[in-house]
């Protein structure tokens, strides 16, 4: 098993910067690639960012492609997502998510553990 755990949420001004921490424990070995989603009120929970394993690969959804940059630390067990420019449509539940699978996946249900999510308020 593995156990995620979110942090670096908070309350944030519209143009301001946040950055979301996800650290990994238990089985860390075998998870490969690593991902962002987040969840607005009343609205499906979406595709972020992920991060290959080695970290040399990452992709973003449209929306925050230049503003948003996801990095991971292996030797920590860790995943960062660094939010800049920050808009009040940014406004939701962040969560971190591992997949134990051999390809990069942008789709929820194709990851294998989760996070309890980090909120993020971005007022404008």
């Known amino acids: 098993q593995v156990q995620l755990a979110e942090s670096g949420g908070g309350l944030v001004q519209a143009g301001g910067s946040l950055r979301l921490s996800c650290a990994a424990s238990?089985?860390?070995?075998?998870?490969?690639?690593m991902g962002w989603f987040r969840q607005g009120p009343g609205k499906e929970r979406e595709f972020v960012a992920v991060i290959s394993r080695s970290g040399r690969n990452t992709y973003y959804a449209d929306p925050v492609k230049g503003r948003f940059t996801i990095s991971r630390d292996n030797a920590k067990n860790t995943v960062y997502l660094q939010m800049n420019s920050l808009k009040p449509e940014d406004t939701a539940e962040y969560y971190c998510?591992?997949?134990?699978?051999?390809?990069?996946?942008?789709?929820?249900?194709?990851?294998?553990?989760w996070g309890q999510g980090t909120q993020v308020t971005v007022s404008s």
């Open positions: 998510a591992a997949d134990v699978g051999p390809t990069i996946t942008t789709t929820p249900g194709e990851y294998d553990y």
């Open positions: 238990g089985r860390t070995f075998s998870i490969n690639a």
